[in-house]
């Protein structure tokens, strides 16, 4: 009977100490995504692994234009921070025992480290500003060498799944698009997700802080990022989570709540200027919400409109561990070995060895939605107003000479094809609206690919370089910057095997002059010079020269000729 009472009362509490079945991430990666096949929004916008042709991710734009991934990774951190008008670097947390792939890979030592962008910047008399909050989150593992991208793409109207692969020192770090159903298995809706207040897993709590500046034998920044955080800091990473985890929705309220009702859209742009004007004054029972409600309830699909949960239960992995029930837990679980678990996104079976977590806890778990909206709802509205900057009011406002009623009379002066079903693009309805009230269009950033090269998807195969290969120096030297890079102009050293690569890097003829050291140093085109010479490769080279002082003219010997520089 006591054994009885005893068992029984074991199981009790191994209920609490997640022993729970789990569910293998290796099964969901298989399944659908959860917007319907047929709905409007999934045509226009696809669930495929790489984006759809002609867009690209915000992350693609900012890599192409500053020329290569930097490393190490505070200088990544510092890239985005140079695009913020006040220089403020983006929020960081540290998360040594978290839920995400390579969760067996991070520790107190080496902790996971999530960065995200939250600026909205001024538009400039040529160019419309960037707007990153909420649209631009970094996860790095140090002892993975890979960073998970989660950035979004204004034209698809959707987020990007995507990793820099090999991302260490010394390494040829690789940008490529992640396979999307593996991401969304704990992304789920496809929207950046986060843990809820008090945030027990992050540096925000004193005991995970603690944990950290013991483990690292002090309260020294690791990379870039201090051991304990304010609050306020994982608080307002939970509010950008959540900011970001509506886009998604607003994407389907502007195509699938509407249909093929141009007028729908219209009503929907109008009404959410009329909020951005003033919140405040705001009514959502004017005739023109009674309108676009209407409208909505023509074309509102029959299971609704999901907002998609972006917020996952508060987990207190150091709490786990005290007490009898951590005691319990770590002779009736098997305690993984350091380095178990995935080494990459990509090996799903590891990481299913790993022990589970308690269902409740686990973010592959089905989450229920945060919200269903029904066609009563303006959510679409609030959604639209929530994509516009304060700069991009104020460009309006100042394009309208402060009348608002001819701010949305402009809406009414667009051309009917700009309100056909489509993607929402916050850039193409500034621009559309400057146009309308007699003002100059403005460039954007990061809308244009086509000086960007193509995509490439997770899980394509490096070149092999035979032996003696004359590519063997420019793989060490080169190809970090010039293999897979988002620039066309810098893709030079592309191809799939070894002979097209080699065949791009002699067409290339200026090559020559860039190897050139000897001659250029200590010059005027001595910028012109590669590697760069803030780069780790540069400092590579020179060492290599040490040894080999012909070095540099064995690699300028497989570019045959100079033309130009």
């Known amino acids: 009977m006591r054994a009885a009472v005893l068992a029984a009362v074991v199981a009790g509490l191994l209920t609490g100490c997640g022993n729970d079945a789990g569910v293998a991430i290796t099964q969901l990666a298989k399944q659908p995504g959860a917007v319907a096949a047929d709905a409007l929004s999934a045509t226009l916008i696809p669930a495929d692994d790489l984006p759809p042709d002609g867009t690209r991710s915000l992350f693609d734009h900012l890599i192409a234009a500053n020329g290569q991934i930097p490393y190490p990774f505070p200088k990544l951190v510092e890239l985005i921070a140079k695009h913020d008008p006040d220089a403020a670097r983006p929020l960081t947390v540290l998360i040594p025992h978290g839920r995400s792939l390579l969760k067996g890979l991070a520790d107190d030592t080496h902790p996971r480290v999530l960065a995200a962008a939250d600026f909205r910047a001024a538009?400039?008399?040529?160019?419309?500003?960037?707007?990153?909050?909420?649209?631009?989150?970094?996860?790095?593992?140090?002892?993975?060498?890979?960073?998970?991208?989660?950035?979004?793409?204004?034209?698809?109207?959707?987020?990007?799944?995507?990793?820099?692969?090999n991302y260490c020192a010394g390494c040829i770090p690789k940008l490529v698009y992640a396979r999307r159903a593996i991401c969304t298995t704990c992304h789920q809706g496809a929207v950046p997700i986060f843990p809820q207040r008090p945030w027990n897993e992050t540096n925000g709590a004193p005991a995970t802080a603690a944990a950290i500046t013991?483990?690292?034998?002090?309260?020294?920044?690791?990379?870039?990022?201090?051991?304990?955080?304010?609050?306020?800091?994982?608080?307002?990473?939970?509010?950008?989570?959540?900011?970001?985890?509506?886009?998604?929705?607003?994407?389907?309220?502007?195509?699938?709540?509407?249909?093929?009702?141009?007028?729908?859209?219209?009503?929907?742009?109008t009404l959410?200027?009329?909020?951005?004007?003033?919140?405040?004054?705001?009514?959502?029972?004017?005739?023109?919400?009674?309108?676009?409600?209407?409208?909505?309830?023509?074309?509102?699909?029959?299971?609704?409109?999901?907002?998609?949960?972006?917020?996952?239960?508060?987990?207190?992995?150091?709490?786990?561990?005290?007490?009898?029930?951590?005691?319990?837990?770590?002779?009736?679980?098997r305690q993984p070995k350091p380095g178990d678990g995935a080494k990459t996104n990509e090996d799903l079976e590891a990481f299913d060895r790993l022990p589970k977590l308690k269902a409740a806890f686990d973010p592959l778990s089905p989450r229920a939605p945060k919200r269903v909206l029904a066609a009563s709802d303006l959510d679409g509205v609030y959604g639209i107003a929530a994509l516009f900057s304060d700069a991009?009011?104020?460009?309006?406002?100042?394009?309208?000479?402060?009348?608002?009623?001819?701010?949305?009379?402009?809406?009414?002066?667009?051309?009917?094809?700009?309100?056909?079903?489509?993607?929402?693009?916050?850039?193409?309805?500034?621009?559309?609206?400057?146009?309308?009230?007699?003002?100059?269009?403005?460039?954007?950033?990061?809308?244009?690919?086509?000086?960007?090269?193509?995509?490439?998807?997770?899980?394509?195969?490096?070149?092999?370089?035979?032996?003696?290969?004359?590519?063997?120096?420019?793989?060490?030297?080169?190809?970090?910057?010039?293999?897979?890079?988002?620039?066309?102009?810098?893709?030079?050293?592309?191809g799939a095997d070894e002979a097209a690569v080699l065949a791009n890097i002699k067409a290339k003829d200026a090559i020559r002059e860039a190897l050139d050291w000897s001659r250029y140093q200590g010059t005027d085109r001595a910028n012109k010079l590669m590697p760069p010479a803030d780069s780790v490769q540069h400092e590579r080279l020179q060492a290599a020269l040490a040894q080999n002082p012909k070095l540099l003219d064995e690699m300028r010997a497989v570019v045959p000729g100079l033309f130009d520089f």
Not at 218 to 243: K, M, S
Not at 320 to 331: D, M, P, S
Request: aromatic share 8%; hydrophobic share 40%; with cysteine.
């Open 392 to 494: 991009d009011r104020q460009l309006l406002e100042t394009a309208a000479a402060g009348d608002t009623a001819k701010l949305l009379a402009a809406v009414d002066q667009i051309d009917d094809g700009f309100f056909a079903p489509a993607v929402y693009s916050r850039v193409k309805t500034v621009n559309a609206l400057l146009a309308a009230l007699g003002a100059k269009p403005l460039d954007y950033c990061c809308l244009d690919t086509a000086e960007l090269s193509p995509p490439i998807a997770s899980g394509e195969p490096p070149v092999q370089l035979s032996a003696n290969s004359p590519l063997q120096h420019y793989e060490q030297y080169c190809f970090a910057c010039h293999r897979g890079n988002p620039s066309k102009k810098l893709n030079f050293m592309s």
């Open 272 to 333: 959410a200027l009329t909020w951005l004007q003033n919140p405040a004054g705001f009514d959502a029972q004017s005739p023109s919400a009674a309108k676009l409600r209407e409208l909505q309830a023509a074309h509102w699909p029959k299971t609704g409109i999901v907002v998609a949960e972006s917020d996952l239960p508060n987990r207190d992995p150091v709490e786990e561990n005290r007490g009898f029930k951590g005691w319990l837990r770590k002779i009736t679980t």
């Open 214 to 269: 013991a483990a690292r034998h002090g309260d020294q920044p690791y990379l870039g990022v201090p051991a304990a955080n304010a609050l306020g800091v994982p608080e307002r990473f939970d509010q950008l989570t959540d900011v970001g985890g509506f886009i998604p929705a607003t994407q389907r309220l502007w195509i699938d709540a509407c249909g093929t009702s141009a007028d729908c859209r219209r009503t929907m742009l």
């Open 123 to 165: 538009a400039t008399p040529a160019a419309l500003g960037l707007n990153t909050s909420g649209q631009l989150f970094l996860g790095f593992v140090e002892n993975a060498s890979e960073i998970e991208v989660l950035s979004y793409n204004e034209a698809a109207g959707r987020y990007e799944f995507q990793l820099v692969q």
